[in-house]
């Protein structure tokens, strides 16, 4: 239920993964019939901008289901669609009218691996992982559902209720410090309280989830991870940008990176505009990355590795990256 209140409080996207057979589709389905009740239940998520846009006008509550990938122009529109944003489309090939579409928007999105891999959709995301059920734990779908009915008034009762509660400790919320998307947090520490004085318990969780987007960033990034591994036991680096990306692209052989892919930058202005877009993700690493700006023969840039840094101990390289035998 807890899930469903955030849900309906605050505009994110909501990850769900796991295995098939961990209930990522139905889950979603009964947050759907909750939260935003519609005949079409789960969407599919389509690359196609347009139809993208009338699903994201049409509904308030997204739940894309089996999701395999999320391309980076479907990335970009589902950011402007849950922090708010307008979309000026041609009305009719025919003419130059045009339509211009507004929203601001809750999404979840499941799969079995985690697709959200772009670091500004990862930063507006909750990433939930689910778990396989036991087979004694199984039941049918019709009885799940009828027992879903049969609880959906109270279920209802309860949302609002807490909802009441949230509304009213909202104002009253003074936190320490404010991570990005300070409105969740403030308003995740409210629902908590209004649930029984959760409040701290949400945020040790959510602060816990803004380390594993961090880390998702990082994995999925083959720029990221070569920075990780080039800083690890080194205190500093420095020097052009172009000979930073020598130098990557060196390490990417032994790493087993293609440089030859579409994530990995061709030229030293694109390497500089992805470490600018991966910044806050390797500072929860311990590495601060520092552009000095355009001097005499480039761009001078400098990486310096905290080694006091928790997660700088807690990521090294030796995690989640080896080299290719």
Not at 257 to 279: E, Y
Not at 302 to 309: F, Q
Request: proline share 3%; with cysteine.
């Amino acid at each position: 239920m807890c899930f469903a209140v955030v849900c309906v409080g605050v505009h994110r996207a909501y990850h769900t993964q796991g295995e098939k057979g961990v209930a990522k589709s139905t889950t979603c389905a009964f947050l759907k019939s909750l939260i935003d009740p519609s005949a079409t239940g789960n969407l599919f998520l389509s690359s196609d901008q347009r139809t993208l846009l009338v699903n994201l006008q049409q509904h308030w509550f997204l739940p894309f289901d089996n999701v395999s990938k999320v391309n980076d122009h479907t990335s970009d529109e589902l950011c402007r669609a849950i922090t708010g944003s307008g979309n000026q489309q041609r009305k009719l090939h025919t003419n130059d009218g045009d339509v211009i579409f507004k929203f601001r928007r809750c999404l979840a999105i499941n799969g079995i691996s985690n697709t959200v891999t772009r670091p500004d959709l990862l930063d507006r995301s909750i990433l939930i992982e689910m778990e396989r059920l036991s087979p004694d734990a199984r039941r049918a779908e019709s009885e799940i559902g009828a027992s879903f009915e049969r609880d959906r008034a109270e279920i209802m009762g309860g949302i609002f209720d807490t909802l009441s509660k949230a509304m009213a400790i909202f104002p009253t919320v003074e936190l320490d410090q404010l991570p990005r998307m300070a409105d969740f947090a403030q308003w995740g520490y409210a629902i908590g309280e209004a649930l029984g004085g959760l409040g701290r318990e949400f945020l040790d969780q959510y602060m816990d989830n803004i380390q594993k987007q961090n880390t998702e960033a990082v994995h999925s990034d083959p720029v990221a991870t070569l920075i990780v591994a080039l800083m690890d036991g080194r205190k500093e680096w420095s020097g052009l940008v172009s000979e930073l990306l020598i130098e990557l692209r060196t390490m990417a052989t032994l790493y087993g990176i293609s440089v030859g892919s579409a994530d990995f930058p061709k030229q030293p202005n694109g390497l500089s505009r992805r470490m600018s877009s991966l910044t806050s993700n390797l500072e929860t690493f311990g590495i601060h990355y520092k552009n000095a700006g355009h001097q005499r023969h480039g761009t001078v840039v400098s990486l310096k590795r905290d080694l006091s840094s928790p997660s700088s101990h807690r990521h090294g390289p030796a995690g989640f990256i080896k080299k290719a035998s």
